[in-house]
């Protein structure tokens, strides 16, 4: 009896298309299975793990984390339309995550389509843009191989981001030539005449600043980024809503996080003749305000490798290039300086244990059990203030969160994350309102012994919106207030272990024994209900 890996003597699509991801390192396919791609999983190889998410939403935030730990793309097979449909809150945080993932979806029998068949999809290709690179439904099942080729290709080329394509049930068997690999390459240099007038700038300047964003530790080229600070004497800060740690955050030129409000970035950039922007828009703002920053007082340079948001750059000069020739290259051309190291940003001292428990406390207790290793999956909208002031990143690989603003992401994408890396514990920090958009991705945890252990900081309700309706001055909002969730009864019920902590005298050795148990587990803990304002009104004036 021949193995199931074995391919028949007619080649057909649908083993094409898994030697194709054979050749492209794609060890993993997630998914949820339908009807209509049945005759993809039939006979499943046992070469490539199919890793079963029980909602699409969760498959495609488990591809994502998957992605970004092992940097190749994500595969993923979601069923039919409504399935996409399910996904599409996390395709759009893969887009803005810049995330590269290869997204499949079955479709309706050819012969059928005409009749409006149950489960089909009218202009499937339109449906998930525009947050994806790439997207077709080709019109010959011959042609299946070489669409998922070259989405493959466009997902991973800088800026990455997701692709799409649709496939009809019956293409999976027709017969089909192979597609080779190619090795398409993925670094862009920057222009030397450009990159020289940075170098000047930066040496001419009294006051420069450093601006760093995700696109540098989605590069792994934080080491390189701290080489080049550390030359020009500046110092860094992080660009809002960065969804990656791009600069240790105990070095002694890290200046802190610029918010995403135009009148307080001003504010803490004011002080600078020169500021550059490395692997980040210019800037994400929240709220509304005038931003100082562009009003010409600052010069302003840019390194990108998004096209895109050079051209949104209000002011200032923007250099299209990949992070590792760039930063390779400035270090190359700057030179030595005379200026001072500047002073980095003072941590606050440990806070003091009380109950109920303040989110500080849990932060920094949580920090302490974490260890240098572990990598941290944020969703806790309301508390990322403190985290920032009790979590410090190391930096490389340390820190992912999303950037699109949508809930849902995190949970899933730690699976993956612990997927991707095994060797290394992941931690996932959420809030209890951001938990149950993605619940169920606790069962792929506990099915597989993953080494995730999930916080919940359960303040009973969706803080973030406490908080912006003190700012808006906006009052009696309803659907604020999530009482009654017992996190400990739903992660036992998915086969985690769990454990809930009121007290802070026992939150230590809870945190302790999640993050060495031997698979997944969940520490719940209750927090003082009070949130921070995350916008001063001056922000938004």
């Known amino acids: 009896m021949p193995p199931k890996s074995a391919k028949p003597t007619s080649l057909t699509v649908k083993h094409a298309t898994l030697d194709l991801l054979r050749a492209f390192g794609i060890k993993k396919v997630f998914g949820n299975p339908?009807?209509?791609?049945?005759?993809?999983?039939?006979?499943?190889?046992?070469?490539?793990?199919?890793?079963?998410?029980?909602?699409?939403?969760?498959?495609v935030g488990m591809a994502d984390g998957y992605a970004q730990a092992t940097r190749n793309a994500g595969f993923v097979n979601l069923h039919s339309a409504a399935g996409l449909g399910n996904a599409l809150g996390n395709i759009y945080t893969a887009h803005r995550n810049q995330t590269p993932l290869v997204i499949t979806a079955g479709q309706q029998a050819r012969s059928i389509l005409p009749l409006q068949a149950f489960l089909y999809a009218e202009r499937a290709s339109e449906f998930p843009r525009p947050y994806v690179k790439f997207s077709v439904e080709p019109a010959?099942?011959?042609?299946?191989?070489?669409?998922?080729?070259?989405?493959?290709?466009?997902?991973?080329?800088?800026?990455?981001?997701?692709?799409f394509v649709s496939i009809p049930i019956d293409d999976w068997t027709h017969p089909a030539e192979p597609v080779q690999a190619r090795s398409v390459s993925r670094e862009i240099g920057p222009e030397l005449d450009a990159m020289r007038a940075l170098a000047a700038a930066l040496a001419n300047s009294e006051r420069p600043a450093l601006v760093v964003g995700p696109a540098v530790d989605r590069a792994e080229a934080v080491a390189l980024m701290v080489q080049v600070a550390e030359k020009a004497k500046a110092p860094v800060w992080v660009s809002p809503f960065s969804a990656r740690c791009s600069f240790p955050e105990r070095h002694p030129q890290f200046a802190g996080f610029l918010p995403a409000s135009p009148g307080q970035l001003s504010e803490a950039l004011r002080g600078y003749d020169l500021v550059v922007v490395i692997g980040a828009p210019v800037f994400t703002f929240h709220v509304e305000g005038h931003a100082s920053i562009f009003d010409g007082a600052t010069t302003l340079f840019q390194i990108t490798d998004d096209p895109d948001a050079a051209t949104v750059t209000p002011v200032g000069s923007s250099i299209i290039a990949t992070m590792k020739p760039a930063l390779s290259m400035l270090l190359e051309l700057l030179p030595d300086t005379k200026r001072a190291a500047p002073e980095g940003r003072k941590l606050p001292p440990a806070p003091a244990a009380a109950d109920p428990i303040p989110v500080e406390f849990l932060l920094h207790t949580l920090r302490t059990a974490m260890g240098e290793d572990a990598a941290l999956v944020e969703e806790v909208p309301s508390h990322r203030p403190a985290m920032h002031q009790h979590m410090p990143m190391r930096g490389q690989d340390s820190f992912y969160t999303m950037a699109s603003g949508g809930l849902g992401y995190s949970l899933p994408a730690s699976v993956g994350m612990a997927l991707g890396r095994p060797e290394r514990r992941t931690v996932c920090l959420i809030g209890d309102g951001s938990a149950m958009y993605s619940i169920q991705a606790l069962w792929t945890a506990a099915q597989r012994k993953l080494p995730l252990t999930v916080v919940v900081i359960n303040n009973a309700g969706y803080g973030a919106m406490r908080s912006f309706s003190q700012v808006m001055q906006v009052r009696n909002v309803p659907g604020l207030d999530l009482p009654g969730i017992d996190f400990v009864k739903i992660a036992e019920g998915h086969g985690c272990d769990a454990v809930r902590v009121t007290k802070a005298a026992d939150l230590a050795p809870a945190l302790k024994r999640a993050l060495a148990h031997g698979g997944a587990s969940l520490v719940e803990v209750i927090v003082d209900s009070s949130v921070p304002l995350l916008y001063a009104q001056r922000g938004r004036s």
């Open 34 to 59: 339908g009807s209509t791609e049945l005759p993809f999983l039939s006979d499943w190889p046992d070469d490539i793990d199919y890793v079963l998410a029980l909602q699409e939403a969760s498959a």
């Open 140 to 163: 010959r099942a011959e042609d299946v191989p070489a669409a998922i080729a070259r989405a493959y290709y466009v997902a991973m080329q800088p800026p990455c981001g997701p692709t």
